[in-house]
Every structure is written in structure tokens, then in C-alpha cells.
């Protein structure tokens, strides 16, 4: 972001810089896609399944509340004129909790690369990199779930409607996806293979376009469908990882695994040094009371979320998050390009056909310029001052029972030993029991439960 600012800068400086404009169609059509797919085709299932829980409170329960809180704020701030009315777009209410839930979407990209180089408790990466993954989804079905409230008027019997709306979102982008991707793998199964030496023909570019291009397929289905491409896109991933990829050859196998974290890598870069460039040479239109109240809200809206729904985990988890584990989570709230993107779409009643209302674009591009530079660059910092390196979830446990007075860390409380967590819940047996009977063999992946690749990457 800061090459494409001072790139940006330079070339207005010399006179070639032109006004720039977000292309939310470039960007979620062909940027984002690549970023989502290697989010669930890398995603280290056991870790995140065993957090599952706490990802889903923070990635959906707290999105939620963190949308309202930065909606409703907002919105209050339109009725005391603290933000100018004229600064919106016809349909203030439904506006506020629009972009209340695009800034609720969360980045922390420049977070988790600091965590994956820092020896951290394997419980604050999974439960960052869980929410983030889940949390753009969840923040972008919101999204469009209020948009079809536009129109008409909105009281607090229309939350529930929204709410209904989002879960079927939801549910039927997640069956697209899946679908989608058990019909690629049940085809890579049955693809029969010359053998060695007696053909000329490489299998690998054909498994790997069925692979990705069945990724995109689901994608673009779920889109067409009015469903969520990111959800469908995302367990489409997941599928692929968990059955597509023991159906392919060794080299299709190493290609695509590097293929998709390149293309994630790439288009990361490149989104955040467009949104560089676009602040410095874009025509902006400052709200005053937008613009000095925007900061606040988001780390505000942050804390709504992190902090209650942290007490109500505590209240049942075996393996509980102690406070500096939460400063942590509330801390690595960056905003990115998803948040931006969305806000760019925001329908205009004043002007039918034209999205995008000015004066929050800016609001939120300083947002996502202040949480990416700012707490990106302070998450190290803020790791050791937190007294969270070199700790492990055992150590995570001990400091949250001292926090309750039950025991200390350091001396006079029980020896914990290795602590462990282990979750069995019947669904997870049953699965696992109908996954080693009937899906394997239907759609193929590995009779051995630990995939070696993934924990080549945990290692890593």
C-alpha cells in the first residue's frame, strides 16, 4: 500500500496520474476469487474444525454485532448532524448499516504474516486466520441481504427478514460450492491415466483446469444463483483439498498447491497497491463528521464484538481465552480491500443506475489506510508487549485461570502439564464415519486422516 502511495504521489507530481476508480467487478471477480479459493484450498482443517466454535461466534455472531453497532452509530450521528445528510444517498438508515457491514469485513493480512513468523499460540493464528477467512463472506452476504431493504422501509421487524435472508444465503452458497466441487473430484477419480511411457499426453494441465475452473464454476453459479461466490468458492476449497487433490498426480499435486498460493499472494499485493494508488490520486469528497468518526467507530465496533463474545465462549469453553489473547483479537481488526469494495457498491436512490456514495468511500479508504499501516505495523510490537510469544495454548490456559484467581502461572497453582483439548462431538464422529464409508470412495482422498502436505505447512 505504501509503494502505491508514493507511486501514486510521484506520477500526480509529474503530471500522468488520472483519477482513479475501484473496479468492484475487477476486484471480485478476478482478484478476490484466487485469494478465497487458496484461503479453504490451504486451510489446515483439523486446526480450524477444532476451533470451530469460537471462529464461528466471531466470524458470524460478532460480524453482526459489529455491523449494528457501526450501522446504528452512524446513523445516530446522520440524526444529530454531526454527519451531513446531503453526505448520503437518499436511504440514510439502510446506508449506515451497509457500510456498518462492509466495515465490519476485516484483512488482517499483514497480521498473519507476522504471526506466521512468530512463534505465537497456535489458538490466536487459528482463531485469526479462521475469522478472517469466514468473516469476508459473512460481511459480504450481509451486505447484499440489506440491500434488498433499499427501497422500502426499514423498522426493526426488517433485522429479522435480513437475518432470514442471511442464513439462506448462506446455506445455498455452501451447497453450491460443495456440489460443485464433489462432481470435479468424483470426475478426477474416474479419469483413467495412460501408462508411463506409452503416451504423450500430460495429465496435469487437464486435472489442474478441473480443479480451478470447477473452483470458478462455483463461484460464478452461486453469483447467478443471487447466492453468496465468496461462501460457495471458499468450501469449494475445502472440498477440493479434502478429495480432489488425493485424485491427481504427484506434479498436478505440488502445481496446484504453489499455483494458488502465488495467484493469493499476487492478487493480495496487487489489490492493496491499487487501493495505495487510488489515495493518492483519486478525487475525494470529505465528510467531515464521516472522515473524524470513522477511526473510532471501527475500533469501537471491534471491541463490541471481540470482548462480549469472548465472555460468552469462556463461559463454556475447556480451553479459555485470557485477556491478553483478546486485546490481541480486538488489536489485529485491520480493514482491507473487501471493505472498500463493497462500499463502492452501495446503491444510490438519487441517481438510479449509479452506485457508490463519495464521501463514505473516502471515509472508508481512510480506514483501510490507518488500520492497514498503523496496527499492521504495530501487530509485533503488540505481540511482545502482550506477553504472547513463545507461549503455547497450554501457557494461554494458565494465564486465564490466574485472571479467575484459580491458579497461577508461575507458582502455587496446579501442575497442567501438556494440556490438551479434544473435541468429540457426535456430529464430528458421525461424519467422519460417513466420510471413511461412503464419500472416499465415491469421490476419493486420503485413507490416512493426516494429510502430509498440510503438515509440511504447519511445520513451515
Known amino acids: 500500500m505504501v509503494i502505491g502511495i508514493f507511486a501514486g504521489i510521484l506520477s500526480k507530481v509529474i503530471g500522468l496520474a488520472k483519477p482513479l476508480r475501484f473496479s468492484p467487478?475487477?476486484?471480485?471477480?478476478?482478484?478476490?476469487?484466487?485469494?478465497?479459493?487458496?484461503?479453504?484450498?490451504?486451510?489446515?482443517?483439523?486446526?480450524?474444525?477444532?476451533?470451530?466454535?469460537?471462529?464461528?461466534?466471531?466470524a458470524v455472531v460478532g460480524t453482526f454485532i459489529s455491523a449494528l453497532?457501526?450501522?446504528?452509530?452512524?446513523?445516530?450521528?446522520?440524526?444529530?448532524?454531526?454527519?451531513?445528510?446531503?453526505?448520503?444517498?437518499?436511504?440514510?438508515?439502510?446506508?449506515?448499516?451497509?457500510?456498518?457491514?462492509?466495515?465490519s469485513s476485516i484483512d488482517p493480512v499483514a497480521t498473519l504474516a507476522v504471526l506466521t513468523d512468530t512463534d505465537v499460540p497456535p489458538m490466536l493464528y487459528n482463531l485469526v486466520f479462521g475469522e478472517s477467512v469466514l468473516n469476508d463472506a459473512v460481511a459480504i452476504v450481509l451486505f447484499r441481504?440489506?440491500?434488498?431493504?433499499?427501497?422500502?422501509?426499514?423498522?426493526?421487524?426488517?433485522?429479522?427478514?435480513?437475518?432470514?435472508?442471511?442464513?439462506?444465503?448462506?446455506?445455498?452458497?455452501?451447497?453450491?460450492?460443495?456440489?460443485?466441487?464433489l462432481a470435479a473430484a468424483f470426475l478426477l477419480k474416474r479419469l483413467e491415466r495412460p501408462a508411463a511411457g506409452r503416451s504423450h499426453v500430460d495429465g496435469t494441465l487437464y486435472e489442474i483446469a478441473i480443479v480451478v475452473m470447477g473452483s470458478y464454476l462455483a463461484y460464478?453459479?452461486?453469483?447467478?444463483?443471487?447466492?453468496?461466490?465468496?461462501?460457495?468458492?471458499?468450501?469449494s476449497g475445502v472440498c477440493h483439498a479434502h478429495y480432489s487433490y488425493y485424485n491427481i498426480g504427484q506434479d498436478a499435486q505440488i502445481t496446484l498447491r504453489k499455483l494458488s498460493e502465488f495467484l493469493a499472494f499476487a492478487c493480495e499485493m496487487f489489490v492493496m497497491a491499487y487501493l495505495g494508488l487510488q489515495v493518492a490520486t483519486m478525487?475525494?469528497?470529505?465528510?467531515?463528521?464521516?472522515?473524524?468518526?470513522?477511526?473510532?467507530?471501527?475500533?469501537?465496533s471491534r471491541a463490541a464484538n471481540v470482548f462480549p463474545c469472548s465472555f460468552i465462549l469462556n463461559q463454556g469453553l475447556q480451553h479459555r481465552m485470557p485477556?491478553?489473547?483478546?486485546?490481541?483479537?480486538?488489536?489485529?481488526?485491520?480493514?482491507?480491500?473487501?471493505?472498500?469494495?463493497?462500499?463502492?457498491?452501495l446503491p444510490r436512490s438519487d441517481a438510479p443506475g449509479e452506485t457508490g456514495v463519495p464521501a463514505i468511500e473516502t471515509a472508508t479508504l481512510f480506514i483501510v489506510v490507518v488500520s492497514t499501516l498503523v496496527m499492521g505495523s504495530a501487530t509485533g510490537p503488540l505481540l511482545t508487549a502482550l506477553d504472547l510469544v513463545n507461549k503455547d495454548d497450554a501457557q494461554l490456559h494458565q494465564m486465564s485461570l490466574a485472571e479467575d484467581g484459580l491458579a497461577s502461572p508461575m507458582h502455587g497453582g496446579p501442575e497442567l502439564g501438556r494440556f490438551e483439548v479434544t473435541i468429540r462431538s457426535w456430529t464430528h464422529e458421525k461424519f467422519k464415519e460417513l466420510d471413511e464409508l461412503i464419500l472416499k470412495p465415491l469421490f476419493g482422498g486420503n485413507s490416512n486422516?493426516?494429510?502430509?502436505?498440510?503438515?509440511?505447512?504447519t511445520i513451515r
Open 25 to 58: 467487478e475487477v476486484f471480485f471477480y478476478a482478484l478476490l476469487p484466487p485469494i478465497v479459493f487458496a484461503a479453504g484450498f490451504t486451510l489446515k482443517k483439523k486446526q480450524f474444525f477444532h476451533n470451530l466454535g469460537p471462529i464461528l461466534m466471531f
Open 69 to 103: 453497532v457501526f450501522g446504528f452509530a452512524t446513523y445516530l450521528l446522520v440524526l444529530l448532524k454531526v454527519v451531513n445528510i446531503t453526505s448520503m444517498a437518499g436511504a440514510p438508515l439502510v446506508e449506515c448499516l451497509m457500510y456498518g457491514s462492509a466495515i
Open 283 to 300: 478525487h475525494h469528497k470529505f465528510d467531515l463528521g464521516l472522515f473524524v468518526t470513522g477511526v473510532p467507530l471501527a475500533v469501537f
Open 145 to 181: 441481504s440489506l440491500a434488498k431493504f433499499y427501497d422500502t422501509p426499514m423498522g426493526l421487524s426488517s433485522l429479522l427478514g435480513v437475518l432470514v435472508s442471511f442464513v439462506a444465503l448462506a446455506l445455498g452458497s455452501l451447497a453450491i460450492g460443495v456440489a460443485v466441487a
Open 220 to 235: 460464478l453459479l452461486a453469483e447467478l444463483a443471487g447466492m453468496s461466490g465468496i461462501v460457495a468458492l471458499f468450501f
Open 323 to 345: 485477556r491478553n489473547l483478546q486485546l490481541m483479537l480486538w488489536a489485529v481488526g485491520l480493514r482491507g480491500a473487501v471493505a472498500y469494495g463493497l462500499v463502492v457498491n
Open 449 to 457: 486422516r493426516t494429510e502430509d502436505w498440510v503438515q509440511d505447512a
